[in-house]
């Protein structure tokens, strides 16, 4: 069982920039974040293999979003950059056992956190 709690949501302006973190408890091997606004496709954007760090990106996010997994091995965070307001959602940290890791293959993820909203205005 994988326990998952997202925080570091707000609101910023357009070029503004947020940190969101989300607290892993349990084995995982691949852990990402998604995001989702109402009407629209839940969408995978960051992706990193706990085992070697290898990380994957959307390319709407690609070179402004980082993910990586702190020291104590307990947290991921995504750094977003020079946000703007077609990334105003609600993320969400996702956790699975997939060997192989991308943004693709933890679609299936079968743990999430409860999200944390991200608003950006312009």
């Known amino acids: 069982q994988v326990h998952l709690v997202e925080s570091g949501g707000g609101s910023v302006q357009t070029g503004g920039s947020l940190r969101l973190s989300c607290v892993v408890s349990?084995?995982?091997?691949?852990l990402g974040w998604f995001r989702h606004t109402p009407g629209k496709a839940r969408e995978g954007i960051a992706s990193i293999n706990r085992e070697h760090g290898g990380t994957d990106y959307a390319a709407s996010v690609k070179g402004r979003f980082t993910m990586f997994e702190d020291s104590d091995k307990n947290t991921v965070s995504l750094y977003m950059n020079n946000l703007k307001p077609e990334d105003t959602a609600m993320y969400y940290c996702?956790?699975?056992?997939?060997?192989?890791?991308?943004?693709?293959?933890?679609?299936?993820?079968?743990?999430w956190g409860q999200g944390t909203q991200v608003t950006v205005s312009s």
């Open positions: 349990g084995s995982s091997r691949c």
């Open positions: 996702a956790a699975a056992q997939s060997f192989v890791c991308s943004i693709a293959t933890i679609q299936g993820a079968p743990y």
